[in-house]
């Protein structure tokens, strides 16, 4: 079936939901479309908070808060979009309380604020408290906040509803093509539906499920970065991918930055809090590309606890009305997921990967630009993880990722409602499924027999974790493009034993697979050129920044035997390059 | 260790009716049953569907009835069930395919309680403000993930499937009870409906079932006080 739309919104985070929100309100005819439903999306798992420069507890200005995210993003962030970030990050916030979000209060009734990892008052001075939360649910509260606004303006939304490709009008976007929509395949009987709209906005979020130890949500495949990629176009500084320090052991659930934020330690097997040989001023609420680095050496050198490769987490000492008030969730993972007691035990921890900080690259007003002079793709957009604005550089601070969201996908409505103001809708496109379908066909089709999807993804995400972690090395990541381009080869084989149509979770998890491939495989190959250390790219043979040579984004664009890649500049504005210590 | 993981397997392209198959699975203890059904459809049979995102708790897309009380699949770990584990879609729900449920209905009626702050005030330049207090009187059912454990736990609505159901009365109470909110009159109207809250028989399956531990009785108790209270 064909559905015209004027706006087409693919996933339902936070940023799909706020720009949605800004379409339902400027009455553009816009529909929603999610593979889960709009609740389940991964926005929901964000635990610690939303950084605002609101001052409600003590001195704080957007400036400042610009600063920290250039800073924190080792220089690698353009600061004309830091600059909107940390402006429009305040307005945003006061917004979600408008709409209803149940934000923890000061006594005086105001939003309650509380510190979080490389964010400081002055420059740098000392840790400020900007992080606007709910308990240790802040994502939630958004997430709902947003679908509850959703709801009452009546937004259109197609729950389960997998996009599985993209369409253009007037050639590829390298022509100067530009978006006439996607292609969705419903789950609930396996039929391909295309959505003709003037403009289209990717939501996807991340790609944090090409690794084996991660935060992320079993359905953060990277689907709208990879469509980009397939399509020719380029994919931004993908060798940036962040490491949380503090995950559950062996399974990489989030215990959240907050803990820090309220005065958790970080121990070492002789009880030490080792960070204050990294990062003397800030301690454990250094950035998290620094606190992860440090406890790898920490287990390098032997002081993991009980010389195993996991350190821990103590908030004992905060008290129990603090932790349960403030921390309740996160406390309860650890008592379920390891049986661990956070009251009275110090909790186990180690990095997960968690965030990218690559993908789509975009301009302010969200629209996705195509080379290295930013020639915009008219009517396609893309907002929250699976963008680059690029407003966390080459590190993302803690709860910038919220910020990003919210005031990205706010501008993206907005631009979006201006942009269908202006052109036609583009008119339905012959056989626009058919691409799609021969692919899916092909998997479907192929005898039974082959290889399983879910061996090769086993195997990627255990080279991923092994080789292109927190800490690379030319040889290691040689090794990663070999085992990678092994496993795209042996994906053409593989089969899959459900040929049915309803709910064929298998095919779907095979598609994904394709994408993760892809993805990883150019995070590799940017990860192997790019000879320098910067933020989460942390190179052992190459152990320093290089501004001279290095302080440029990567651009990836699909080649015939793997990612070419090209380089643009940073927007430097305000701060110049600094050593990075804290 | 191997534990017998009992499923309760349809696919309406080929079964006539929902049959249980039996699988053995070598585990950890420490093993969610969520792990367990991903080891089945990786190794065993990959047309086993079933929902599941987050898989720590929050997104609530895998409810199902495990060892007969509604749970979420990545919530529950093997040591807590013992080495025979069956599992089943959520009661009182269409099944669509193996562990997956209808859930257009179920969402239906949470939209029909008007989920959302109703506050035609002009809105203030800076945050509303909001006593520690009058914060903390909502705070229970804010945390409510609509995963559908409580409502498909619930005789009432198993009895009458047009009961709105615990879940949309705690999304009501959410707002009722927010000092900023003024809706509260219109909702209380959709919950005094021969359908809404007087269908509730204090049975506390809602209780035991909800992931995130909310006292949805007393929410419900709550809501009904408001409606009695204002007749009053």
């Known amino acids: ?582 | 260790m191997n534990v017998d993981l009992r499923i309760l397997r349809y696919d309406p392209e080929h079964d006539p009716a929902p049959h249980w198959e039996t699988y053995q699975v070598n585990v950890d203890p420490m093993d969610r049953v969520l792990d367990l059904l991903i080891k089945v459809k990786a190794d065993q049979d990959g047309s086993l569907s079933f929902r599941r995102s987050c898989g720590h708790g929050i997104c609530g897309s895998d409810a199902m009835l495990i060892n007969s009380r509604n749970r979420l699949a990545c919530r529950i770990r093997v040591d807590q069930l013992g080495r025979k584990i069956s599992v089943a879609p959520l009661p009182g729900l269409p099944v669509v395919k193996d562990l997956i449920v209808e859930m257009s209905g179920f969402f239906g009626k949470y939209r029909s309680v008007k989920p959302y702050l109703i506050n035609d005030q002009p809105e203030p330049e800076r945050e509303r403000l909001q006593s520690q207090v009058d914060r903390a009187r909502f705070d229970d059912t804010t945390k409510c993930i609509l995963c559908a454990a409580c409502t498909a736990s619930c005789p009432s609505f198993w009895a009458r499937p047009e009961y709105l159901g615990p879940a949309a009365i705690v999304q009501a109470h959410r707002f009722i009870f927010d000092s900023r909110d003024e809706g509260a009159a219109e909702r209380l109207e959709i919950l005094a409906d021969e359908d809404g809250v007087w269908r509730c028989r204090t049975i506390f399956n809602c209780v035991d079932a909800c992931p995130r531990g909310i006292n949805v009785t007393r929410a419900i108790l709550e809501v009904s006080s408001a409606i009695v209270g204002r007749r009053g």
Request: charged share 25%; proline share 4%; with cysteine.
């Open chain 1, 1 to 582: 079936m064909d559905y015209p739309f004027d706006a087409i919104v693919v996933g339902a985070g936070g940023a799909g939901l706020w720009a949605a929100l800004e379409l339902a309100r400027e009455g553009v005819n816009t529909a929603v479309l999610t593979k889960l439903y709009p609740t389940r999306s991964h926005t929901g798992t964000a635990q610690g908070g939303v950084c605002a420069a609101l001052g409600n507890l003590e001195e704080d200005h957007w400036e400042w808060h610009m600063f920290d995210t250039v800073k924190g993003g080792d220089y690698l962030v353009d600061q004309d979009a830091a600059e909107v970030l940390a402006r429009e990050a305040i307005e945003t916030v006061i917004e979600l309380e408008h709409m209803g979000l149940p934000f923890n209060r000061t006594p005086d009734g105001k939003i309650d604020q509380r510190k979080f990892g490389g964010h400081t008052r002055n420059f740098g001075e000392a840790a400020v408290r900007r992080s606007c939360f709910a308990a240790d649910r802040t994502g939630h509260m958004i997430l709902q906040t947003l679908y509850q606004q959703c709801v009452k303006h009546g937004v259109k939304f197609f729950d389960e509803f997998q996009v599985v490709d993209l369409m253009f009008e007037g050639g590829e976007p390298a022509a100067g093509g530009r978006a006439a929509g996607v292609v969705a395949r419903r789950l609930a009987d396996g039929q391909l539906h295309t959505f003709r709209a003037k403009a289209v906005l990717l939501a996807t979020g991340g790609f944090g499920r090409m690794f084996r130890i991660t935060s992320n949500a079993h359905s953060l495949t990277g689907d709208g970065v990879a469509m980009c990629y397939r399509h020719g176009i380029p994919i931004e500084d993908m060798e940036f991918f962040q490491f949380h320090p503090t995950g559950i052991v062996g399974i990489g659930i989030l215990l959240s930055e907050a803990a820090r934020g309220e005065g958790g330690t970080l121990l070492n097997d002789l009880g030490e809090r080792f960070m204050e040989r990294y990062a003397p001023k800030l301690m454990e609420l250094a950035p998290r590309d620094m606190v992860s680095r440090a406890m790898y050496q920490e287990i390098r050198a032997g002081r993991g606890i009980g010389g195993k490769d996991y350190l821990y987490l103590d908030v004992r000492h905060l008290g129990r009305k603090v932790i349960e008030e403030k921390l309740p969730d996160i406390t309860d993972f650890a008592r379920i997921y390891q049986g661990v007691e956070p009251l009275t035990e110090p909790v186990p921890v180690q990095p997960t990967a968690h965030y990218a900080m690559g993908g789509i690259p975009t301009n302010v007003q969200a629209e996705v630009v195509r080379d290295e002079i930013d020639a915009v793709v008219p009517g396609l957009f893309a907002a929250g993880e699976c963008a680059c604005v690029s407003v966390h550089g080459a590190n993302r601070l803690g709860t910038n990722s919220l910020v990003d969201l919210l005031v990205f996908g706010r501008r993206a409505g907005r631009q979006m409602a201006r942009y269908a103001g202006t052109v036609e809708r583009p008119m339905p496109i012959a056989d626009a499924v058919e691409p799609v379908r021969a692919q899916l066909e092909a998997i479907r089709g192929r005898a039974a027999g082959g290889e399983s999807a879910a061996a090769i993804r086993t195997e990627l995400q255990a080279v991923m974790m092994d080789d292109v972690g927190v800490y690379r090395d030319g040889k290691l990541l040689s090794v990663a493009l070999a085992k990678v381009r092994e496993l795209e080869a042996r994906y053409e084989k593989i089969s899959i034993t459900d040929c049915g149509t309803v709910f064929n979770t298998e095919l779907l998890e095979a598609h994904e697979l394709g994408y993760l491939l892809d993805l990883a495989h150019v995070t590799v190959v940017a990860a192997l050129a790019r000879t320098e250390s910067r933020g989460a790219h942390s190179r052992e043979d190459y152990p320093e920044r290089d501004d001279t040579k290095w302080l440029k984004h990567s651009l990836a664009y699909q080649g015939k035997d793997g990612p070419n890649l090209r380089y643009k500049p940073v927007s430097i504005t305000r701060f110049e390059p600094k050593p990075r210590t804290y």
